[in-house]
């Protein structure tokens, strides 16, 4: 057996993602070198582990062949590893963290000096509510970072995230920041459209309140910032006091940001307990706030504590046994943070209901092999909320992912998908091309930023093994490569750096059996929200250029047209009347002559007997000999089950 003591990554890493394709447990590429993840490190760091740290536990052995596998397929050899060898000390086990006591942030300090208004203002009700909408989480960082310089003025702040905010209570807030992006032409982010709505329709008062509005954006759109001016709009409509002006942050948000901030801060801080905004006091405001602020780094901040309102679930829970071959399903009331995650969910279950359940734990950012399905959706368990999921009633089912082996409760068997992808390597195999030289002499590949946008793009996914989940065709056949694979196969051969005789292979793939023809319907894919988009788009793509190669050749689209409408006109696949409808109008004037009409108007059989046998049955047995087998005439519930079926069926026209 193989058991790696140690892995890092020397200089002049090209980028090429062989490594994170072939072992993503332990390698992650980013924008300038591949780097070793904190989860396999005994030093809990993530970087290219100069440093040496040993792998945690047996990690070493569980992903030894695979980190050997991605060194040899390295081109530039930069992936270094060291071997525990007979003697040699066996990998440490990764000592616990030591706990760290956090205090609570102390109530807002009265002041000391200062004018008797000035303390007077200090001394009540300093609350501050931040409320962020944001589609990638820079707005939720920059709320955080605000929170932490809203203490410097006596504040005591919230974060809130806009996500299942009860719009009735907004004008209970009376001072109020508002960060939010703005995502795609002019639209709310994900998590604030609904509110957004809401108070679009109910109006809600927000006389007392006091509020500015910082939106980010992207000067190159034509709705630049349009969520933000929206809600600055809608506040003042609704009667709120706008304190300080909205500021338009660009691509580049943290400079307008931190100006906003210097000025948007001491204002609302000046905003008393009834919702007076005091100016007079505004120049003691900034010379107290600039007395105990201290520049805000990056990792160097406390975040703010997002607040939902608890919710009461019912818990459904797939579980199986291997040693007794049992499965069934606990049924469980609970209540849980609005902001929790699914894994919290599970945590909760394995401590205080049942220590032998069992399921994987990820990271807290979105681990590959996390991956369940609840309430019908597959969902990564250590990035996915509650709240997000939960059906009407409070109901959550949570089961095994589809398409793999379950091995225990919720955990399944991903040997398959990580066979199939490592037989078809889909590592880079680049012949040579030229480049650039770096300062040092390093030869490296050049690629135009457009074309890598584009690859980045349509690799935009957070879990192949999660992707591979969402097929409606991988339960039915174990032979198929699924979109997981097949995915990394396409944008590979997008990829300018591809050899020719790799291009070949995966079209050769691509193309086969097991390739993209074997996904009955993308559509199944897609319904799984922007990922399934954004991979069956690209499939599609795949399917298209394939068409293109092979100059259309196989079944014709007319007969699919014909077929797929014969079905929906019947509610039926009815294999009497296959014939005339997938031929059109025109086939079936020439069918008249030398086709089945032809056929059976002549006498023929379908069996190729003589006619009289089929008048047998009614005379003498076996009743079976000469008759036409049963035709097909049954109710079709998916769209993919005709696909399928014309698939098999169009062979004998």
């Known amino acids: 057996m193989t058991i790696v003591a140690k892995v890092w990554i020397d200089e002049d890493c090209i980028t090429c993602d062989a490594c994170q394709d072939i072992c993503p447990e332990v390698f992650e590429v980013v924008d300038d070198t591949s780097q070793i993840l904190a989860a396999v490190r005994t030093d809990g760091k993530f970087d290219r582990n100069e440093g040496g740290s040993p792998m945690v536990g ?8 695979m980190i050997l596998e991605a060194a040899e397929a390295c081109p530039v050899e930069v992936i270094k590893f060291e071997l525990v060898t007979d003697g040699a000390p066996a990998p440490v086990e990764a000592a616990p963290a030591a706990e760290v006591a956090v205090e609570a942030a102390p109530a807002a300090a009265v002041a000391t000096g200062g004018s008797e208004a000035f303390q007077a203002l200090m001394g009540g009700d300093r609350s501050l509510a931040i409320f962020f909408g944001s589609q990638t989480g820079n707005a939720a ?34 001072r109020t920041l508002i960060i939010t992006s703005t995502w795609g032409e002019g639209e709310m982010p994900d998590n604030a459209e609904t509110l957004w709505n809401t108070v679009n329709s109910g109006n809600p008062s927000l006389s007392n309140v006091h509020f500015s509005v910082c939106a980010i954006g992207d000067s190159s759109y034509d709705e630049f910032c349009k969520a933000g001016t929206d809600w600055d709009d809608k506040y003042v409509e609704l009667g709120a006091t706008r304190v300080h002006d909205i500021v338009l942050c660009d691509v580049d948000f943290d400079t307008p940001w931190a100006q906003w901030i210097a000025q948007a801060l001491p204002k609302i801080a000046c905003v008393d307990e009834s919702g007076t905004l005091q100016e007079v006091l505004l120049d003691e405001m900034i010379e107290y706030g600039s007395g105990t602020s201290d520049e805000v780094a990056d990792g160097d901040f406390a975040p703010g504590v997002i607040a939902k309102e608890d919710l009461s679930i019912t818990l459904s829970l797939f579980r199986y046994c291997p040693s007794a071959n049992e499965s069934g399903w606990d049924t469980i009331a609970c209540a849980v943070p609005g902001h929790a995650t699914v894994e919290d969910l599970l945590v909760a279950i394995q401590h205080d209901v049942d220590g032998s359940f069992s399921f994987r734990r990820g990271t807290g950012n979105g681990a590959a092999t996390t991956g369940v399905r609840v309430n019908g959706r597959v969902v990564l368990a250590d990035l996915a909320n509650i709240s997000d999921l939960v059906g009407e009633g409070g109901e959550l089912k949570v089961e095994p992912l589809p398409g793999y082996p379950v091995v225990r409760d919720l955990v399944v068997d991903y040997s398959a998908f990580e066979a199939n992808r490592s037989e078809s390597k889909p590592w880079l ?33 957070s879990s192949y093994q999660l992707l591979h989940a ?14 997981g694979v097949l995915l990394q196969h396409w944008t590979r051969s997008l990829d300018p750096r591809t050899g020719e005789d790799q291009r070949a292979s995966i079209a050769k793939i691509l193309d086969g059996e097991d390739g993209v023809w074997a996904e009955a319907d993308m559509a199944s894919i897609a319904r799984y929200g922007a990922e399934g988009r954004t991979a069956s788009k690209a499939l599609n793509s795949a399917r298209s250029h394939l068409l293109n190669t092979t100059n259309y050749t196989g079944p014709h689209g007319r007969l699919v047209k014909w077929y797929g409408r014969s079905v929906k006109w019947s509610g039926n696949v009815n294999e ?46 076996p009743a079976g000999v000469g008759k036409i087998p049963n035709m097909i005439n049954r109710k079709v519930e998916a769209h993919h089950e005709v696909v399928s079926l014309f698939n098999e069926i169009d062979q004998r026209f």
Do not use: C, W
């Open 58 to 65: 047996n990690l070493g052995a569980e992903y030894g062949d």
């Open 141 to 174: 960082g920059l709320a955080d970072k605000t929170a932490k310089l809203a203490a410097d003025y006596g504040l005591i702040p919230t974060v809130y995230d806009m996500d299942g905010f009860d719009a009735s209570k907004l004008g209970t807030h009376a």
């Open 429 to 461: 195999r680049a012949d040579p091309r030229e480049g650039a030289t770096l300062l040092n002499g390093t030869p490296m590949g050049t690629m135009d930023s457009a074309t890598a946008t584009t690859l980045h793009a349509m690799t935009d996914i």
């Open 470 to 483: 969402m097929s409606d065709t991988v339960p039915f056949s174990r032979s198929y490569k699924g979109p």
């Open 576 to 621: 009497t009347t296959l014939y005339r409808q997938v031929l059109g109008p025109v086939g079936l004037l020439s069918n008249i002559f030398d086709g089945v009409s032809a056929r059976m108007f002549l006498g023929f059989t379908r069996t190729g007997a003589p006619p009289i046998r089929s008048l047998q049955a009614l005379l003498a047995p």
